[in-house]
Protein backbone atom coordinates (compact mmCIF):
# COMPACT_ATOMS: atom_id res chain seq x y z
CA UNK A 1 0.00 0.00 0.00
CA UNK A 2 1.34 3.72 -0.03
CA UNK A 3 2.85 5.37 2.10
CA UNK A 4 0.21 6.74 4.82
CA UNK A 5 1.13 10.31 4.77
CA UNK A 6 0.37 12.57 7.80
CA UNK A 7 -1.91 15.25 7.12
CA UNK A 8 -2.22 18.28 9.09
CA UNK A 9 -5.47 20.49 9.62
CA UNK A 10 -6.83 22.88 11.89
CA UNK A 11 -9.77 22.33 14.63
CA UNK A 12 -11.73 25.41 15.97
CA UNK A 13 -12.77 24.74 19.86
CA UNK A 14 -16.02 25.42 21.44
CA UNK A 15 -13.80 28.73 23.22
CA UNK A 16 -12.70 29.19 19.41
CA UNK A 17 -9.03 28.14 20.66
CA UNK A 18 -7.39 26.78 17.47
CA UNK A 19 -6.12 22.93 17.95
CA UNK A 20 -3.36 21.96 15.61
CA UNK A 21 -4.21 18.22 14.25
CA UNK A 22 -2.60 15.75 11.78
CA UNK A 23 -4.96 12.98 10.21
CA UNK A 24 -3.48 9.34 9.02
CA UNK A 25 -5.84 7.67 6.27
CA UNK A 26 -5.66 3.71 5.49
CA UNK A 27 -5.80 2.83 1.65
CA UNK A 28 -9.19 1.46 1.91
CA UNK A 29 -12.31 2.13 4.37
CA UNK A 30 -11.23 2.40 7.69
CA UNK A 31 -11.95 -0.43 10.21
CA UNK A 32 -11.86 2.18 13.28
CA UNK A 33 -11.21 5.62 13.77
CA UNK A 34 -8.33 5.88 16.55
CA UNK A 35 -7.44 9.40 18.07
CA UNK A 36 -4.20 9.60 19.94
CA UNK A 37 -3.54 11.98 22.79
CA UNK A 38 0.24 12.89 23.56
CA UNK A 39 2.30 13.05 26.88
CA UNK A 40 3.25 16.22 28.49
CA UNK A 41 5.88 18.25 26.96
CA UNK A 42 5.95 16.51 23.87
CA UNK A 43 3.36 16.70 20.52
CA UNK A 44 1.38 14.84 18.07
CA UNK A 45 3.28 14.65 15.32
CA UNK A 46 6.09 12.19 17.10
CA UNK A 47 3.55 9.40 16.56
CA UNK A 48 3.85 9.33 12.96
CA UNK A 49 5.29 5.87 13.15
CA UNK A 50 2.51 4.72 15.12
CA UNK A 51 0.40 6.07 13.30
CA UNK A 52 1.80 4.68 10.41
CA UNK A 53 1.44 1.26 11.72
CA UNK A 54 -2.05 1.08 12.60
CA UNK A 55 -3.22 2.79 9.03
CA UNK A 56 -0.98 -0.03 7.81
CA UNK A 57 -3.51 -2.41 9.74
CA UNK A 58 -6.58 -0.83 8.24
CA UNK A 59 -7.32 1.97 10.94
CA UNK A 60 -8.40 5.45 10.54
CA UNK A 61 -5.94 7.86 13.12
CA UNK A 62 -6.15 11.42 13.92
CA UNK A 63 -4.27 13.45 16.49
CA UNK A 64 -3.94 16.44 18.38
CA UNK A 65 -1.63 18.88 20.08
CA UNK A 66 -3.01 19.88 23.82
CA UNK A 67 -3.46 23.13 24.85
CA UNK A 68 0.20 24.73 26.04
CA UNK A 69 1.78 21.70 23.66
CA UNK A 70 3.23 21.82 19.70
CA UNK A 71 1.92 23.80 16.78
CA UNK A 72 -1.57 24.73 19.57
CA UNK A 73 0.57 26.73 21.68
CA UNK A 74 0.95 30.33 22.04
CA UNK A 75 3.06 29.61 24.66
CA UNK A 76 4.95 25.81 25.54
CA UNK A 77 3.60 24.59 29.10
CA UNK A 78 0.44 27.33 29.60
CA UNK A 79 -2.87 25.64 29.28
CA UNK A 80 -4.52 28.51 29.75
CA UNK A 81 -7.67 28.92 32.01
CA UNK A 82 -9.12 25.55 32.93
CA UNK A 83 -6.95 24.16 30.12
CA UNK A 84 -7.01 20.72 32.15
CA UNK A 85 -10.62 20.84 31.59
CA UNK A 86 -10.74 22.13 28.15
CA UNK A 87 -8.34 19.93 26.95
CA UNK A 88 -10.84 17.15 27.64
CA UNK A 89 -13.07 18.93 26.42
CA UNK A 90 -11.16 19.58 23.14
CA UNK A 91 -10.84 15.54 22.77
CA UNK A 92 -14.80 15.23 23.02
CA UNK A 93 -15.21 17.59 20.59
CA UNK A 94 -12.17 16.26 17.75
CA UNK A 95 -13.52 12.86 17.80
CA UNK A 96 -17.29 14.08 17.60
CA UNK A 97 -16.09 15.91 14.18
CA UNK A 98 -14.13 13.31 12.66
CA UNK A 99 -16.77 10.74 13.70
CA UNK A 100 -19.06 12.55 11.76
CA UNK A 101 -17.64 11.19 8.53
CA UNK A 102 -17.63 7.53 9.86
CA UNK A 103 -20.77 7.06 11.70
CA UNK A 104 -20.96 2.98 11.36
CA UNK A 105 -17.08 2.25 13.15
CA UNK A 106 -16.01 1.54 16.17
CA UNK A 107 -14.20 4.73 17.81
CA UNK A 108 -10.91 3.89 20.17
CA UNK A 109 -8.99 6.90 22.16
CA UNK A 110 -5.67 5.98 22.76
CA UNK A 111 -3.62 7.96 25.22
CA UNK A 112 -0.06 7.89 26.30
CA UNK A 113 0.79 8.85 29.58
CA UNK A 114 -0.55 12.49 30.24
CA UNK A 115 -2.56 11.48 27.33
CA UNK A 116 -3.82 8.67 28.95
CA UNK A 117 -4.52 10.54 32.16
CA UNK A 118 -6.73 12.53 29.94
CA UNK A 119 -8.26 9.18 28.93
CA UNK A 120 -8.83 8.31 32.09
CA UNK A 121 -10.85 11.60 32.95
CA UNK A 122 -12.35 11.32 29.40
CA UNK A 123 -14.56 8.19 30.30
CA UNK A 124 -15.57 9.89 33.57
CA UNK A 125 -18.05 12.48 31.66
CA UNK A 126 -17.58 11.65 27.74
CA UNK A 127 -17.31 7.89 27.10
CA UNK A 128 -20.31 7.71 25.10
CA UNK A 129 -18.32 9.45 22.67
CA UNK A 130 -15.92 6.47 22.20
CA UNK A 131 -16.46 2.33 21.84
CA UNK A 132 -12.65 1.74 23.24
CA UNK A 133 -10.07 3.09 25.07
CA UNK A 134 -6.16 2.17 24.94
CA UNK A 135 -3.61 3.36 27.75
CA UNK A 136 -0.05 3.14 27.69
CA UNK A 137 2.40 4.44 29.89
CA UNK A 138 -0.13 5.91 32.75
CA UNK A 139 1.03 7.00 35.94
CA UNK A 140 -1.71 5.07 37.62
CA UNK A 141 -3.37 6.53 40.24
CA UNK A 142 -1.50 8.51 43.11
CA UNK A 143 -2.17 8.30 46.78
CA UNK A 144 -4.92 11.27 47.71
CA UNK A 145 -2.56 13.20 50.46
CA UNK A 146 0.26 13.44 47.05
CA UNK A 147 -2.52 14.53 45.38
CA UNK A 148 -3.40 17.32 48.11
CA UNK A 149 0.14 18.47 48.53
CA UNK A 150 0.68 18.75 44.40
CA UNK A 151 -2.21 20.92 44.34
CA UNK A 152 -0.56 23.63 47.21
CA UNK A 153 2.67 23.16 46.02
CA UNK A 154 1.36 24.29 42.56
CA UNK A 155 -0.85 27.06 43.92
CA UNK A 156 2.25 28.36 46.01
CA UNK A 157 4.75 28.31 43.17
CA UNK A 158 2.26 30.01 40.58
CA UNK A 159 2.20 33.02 43.37
CA UNK A 160 5.96 32.93 44.12
CA UNK A 161 6.74 32.82 40.38
CA UNK A 162 3.61 34.13 38.10
CA UNK A 163 2.13 32.30 35.65
CA UNK A 164 4.63 32.09 33.04
CA UNK A 165 7.21 30.44 34.40
CA UNK A 166 8.55 27.08 35.26
CA UNK A 167 8.82 25.71 38.30
CA UNK A 168 11.88 23.80 39.38
CA UNK A 169 10.64 22.99 42.42
CA UNK A 170 7.47 21.19 40.34
CA UNK A 171 9.82 19.87 37.85
CA UNK A 172 11.75 17.93 40.38
CA UNK A 173 8.13 16.98 42.08
CA UNK A 174 7.25 15.24 38.36
CA UNK A 175 10.30 14.50 37.26
CA UNK A 176 13.33 14.95 39.49
CA UNK A 177 13.83 10.59 40.31
CA UNK A 178 12.75 9.57 37.14
CA UNK A 179 16.39 9.23 35.63
CA UNK A 180 18.31 7.63 39.09
CA UNK A 181 17.84 3.90 37.48
CA UNK A 182 19.53 4.94 34.14
CA UNK A 183 22.28 7.26 35.28
CA UNK A 184 24.89 4.77 33.71
CA UNK A 185 23.85 5.06 30.51
CA UNK A 186 24.35 8.55 29.69
CA UNK A 187 24.04 11.93 31.08
CA UNK A 188 20.86 13.11 28.97
CA UNK A 189 18.59 13.10 31.97
CA UNK A 190 16.30 11.84 29.70
CA UNK A 191 17.10 7.69 29.49
CA UNK A 192 14.19 7.07 31.29
CA UNK A 193 11.85 7.61 28.51
CA UNK A 194 13.42 4.34 26.31
CA UNK A 195 16.28 2.04 25.95
CA UNK A 196 16.26 3.13 22.39
CA UNK A 197 19.39 5.97 22.52
CA UNK A 198 17.97 7.39 18.88
CA UNK A 199 14.95 8.02 20.14
CA UNK A 200 16.14 9.92 22.94
CA UNK A 201 18.39 11.70 21.10
CA UNK A 202 15.69 13.06 18.95
CA UNK A 203 13.32 14.22 21.52
CA UNK A 204 16.17 15.91 23.38
CA UNK A 205 17.05 17.67 19.67
CA UNK A 206 13.20 18.29 19.34
CA UNK A 207 12.29 22.20 20.29
CA UNK A 208 8.87 21.18 21.10
CA UNK A 209 9.58 18.70 23.47
CA UNK A 210 11.24 18.45 27.17
CA UNK A 211 9.29 21.46 29.04
CA UNK A 212 7.42 20.98 31.84
CA UNK A 213 3.67 23.12 32.29
CA UNK A 214 4.19 26.28 34.18
CA UNK A 215 2.27 26.02 37.97
CA UNK A 216 -1.12 27.56 37.07
CA UNK A 217 -1.30 24.55 34.06
CA UNK A 218 -0.18 21.63 36.70
CA UNK A 219 -2.62 22.45 39.28
CA UNK A 220 -5.19 22.36 37.36
CA UNK A 221 -3.96 18.92 35.78
CA UNK A 222 -3.88 17.68 39.48
CA UNK A 223 -7.50 19.20 39.77
CA UNK A 224 -8.28 16.73 36.61
CA UNK A 225 -6.45 13.89 38.85
CA UNK A 226 -8.51 14.42 41.42
CA UNK A 227 -12.01 14.15 39.67
CA UNK A 228 -10.88 11.14 38.17
CA UNK A 229 -9.74 9.02 40.93
CA UNK A 230 -13.01 10.24 42.68
CA UNK A 231 -15.06 7.20 43.05
CA UNK A 232 -18.61 8.95 42.23
CA UNK A 233 -16.51 9.73 38.65
CA UNK A 234 -15.32 6.02 38.04
CA UNK A 235 -19.10 4.88 38.62
CA UNK A 236 -19.64 7.00 35.36
CA UNK A 237 -17.00 5.12 33.63
CA UNK A 238 -19.48 2.52 31.70
CA UNK A 239 -18.51 -0.98 32.49
CA UNK A 240 -19.08 -2.52 29.44
CA UNK A 241 -15.95 -0.64 28.17
CA UNK A 242 -13.00 -2.54 26.49
CA UNK A 243 -10.03 -1.02 28.28
CA UNK A 244 -6.30 -2.00 27.46
CA UNK A 245 -3.48 -0.67 29.60
CA UNK A 246 -0.22 -1.44 29.00
CA UNK A 247 3.29 -0.05 30.04
CA UNK A 248 7.15 -1.13 30.71
CA UNK A 249 7.80 -2.96 33.72
CA UNK A 250 11.21 -0.34 34.53
CA UNK A 251 8.72 3.07 34.05
CA UNK A 252 9.27 5.27 36.58
CA UNK A 253 6.21 6.72 36.64
CA UNK A 254 4.08 4.38 37.64
CA UNK A 255 6.00 4.15 41.15
CA UNK A 256 7.23 0.44 40.87
CA UNK A 257 3.68 -0.40 39.76
CA UNK A 258 1.87 0.64 42.66
CA UNK A 259 -0.02 3.46 41.33
CA UNK A 260 -1.20 1.17 38.38
CA UNK A 261 -1.95 -1.03 41.12
CA UNK A 262 -4.11 1.61 42.84
CA UNK A 263 -5.72 2.15 39.47
CA UNK A 264 -6.55 -1.17 38.23
CA UNK A 265 -7.68 -1.78 41.76
CA UNK A 266 -10.44 1.37 41.96
CA UNK A 267 -11.43 0.43 38.55
CA UNK A 268 -12.19 -2.93 39.04
CA UNK A 269 -14.08 -2.26 42.27
CA UNK A 270 -16.57 -0.85 40.40
CA UNK A 271 -17.03 -3.52 38.09
CA UNK A 272 -14.36 -2.43 35.37
CA UNK A 273 -12.63 -5.26 33.61
CA UNK A 274 -9.30 -3.85 32.09
CA UNK A 275 -6.41 -6.68 30.53
CA UNK A 276 -2.99 -5.66 30.59
CA UNK A 277 0.11 -6.06 29.06
CA UNK A 278 3.28 -5.12 31.41
CA UNK A 279 6.83 -5.61 29.21
CA UNK A 280 9.92 -6.90 30.81
CA UNK A 281 12.27 -3.83 31.47
CA UNK A 282 10.59 -1.45 29.29
CA UNK A 283 10.21 1.92 29.89
CA UNK A 284 7.92 4.75 30.00
CA UNK A 285 7.53 5.14 26.27
CA UNK A 286 6.55 2.12 25.00
CA UNK A 287 5.94 3.08 21.54
CA UNK A 288 9.44 4.17 21.05
CA UNK A 289 10.95 1.33 22.92
CA UNK A 290 13.73 -1.32 20.84
CA UNK A 291 10.83 -3.46 21.07
CA UNK A 292 7.87 -1.47 19.58
CA UNK A 293 6.95 -3.39 16.81
CA UNK A 294 5.93 -6.21 19.34
CA UNK A 295 4.11 -3.41 21.18
CA UNK A 296 2.11 -2.22 18.43
CA UNK A 297 1.29 -5.66 17.19
CA UNK A 298 -0.54 -6.68 20.48
CA UNK A 299 -2.64 -3.31 20.45
CA UNK A 300 -3.76 -4.42 16.66
CA UNK A 301 -4.27 -7.56 17.59
CA UNK A 302 -6.09 -6.98 20.88
CA UNK A 303 -8.12 -3.86 18.93
CA UNK A 304 -9.20 -6.70 16.43
CA UNK A 305 -10.45 -8.99 18.98
CA UNK A 306 -12.77 -6.41 20.44
CA UNK A 307 -13.83 -4.37 17.17
CA UNK A 308 -15.79 -7.42 16.46
CA UNK A 309 -17.96 -7.62 19.03
CA UNK A 310 -18.64 -3.93 18.60
CA UNK A 311 -22.26 -3.23 16.65
CA UNK A 312 -22.77 0.59 15.64
Not at 247 to 271: C, F, T, Y
Request: hydrophobic share 40%.
Amino acid sequence: MDDPKMEQYFFTSSDDTIINAYRWKPEGPPKALIHLSHGMGEHAARYDWTARKLTESGYLVTANDHRGHGKTAEVLGDFGENGWALMVSDLSELIKSNAEDYPDIPVVLFGHSMGSMLGEHFVTQFAEDIDILVLSGSPGFSPSLLGWISRQLCRFENWRLGPRKESALLNFLIFGASNKNFKTEGDTGFEWLTREASEVKQYIEDPLCGFVPFPASLRSMFEGVKHMQDKNSIRCIPKSLPIYLFSGSADPVHGEMANINRLLAAWKNQGLEIETCFYEDGRHEMLNETNKEEVIQSVVDWLALKIIGIKK
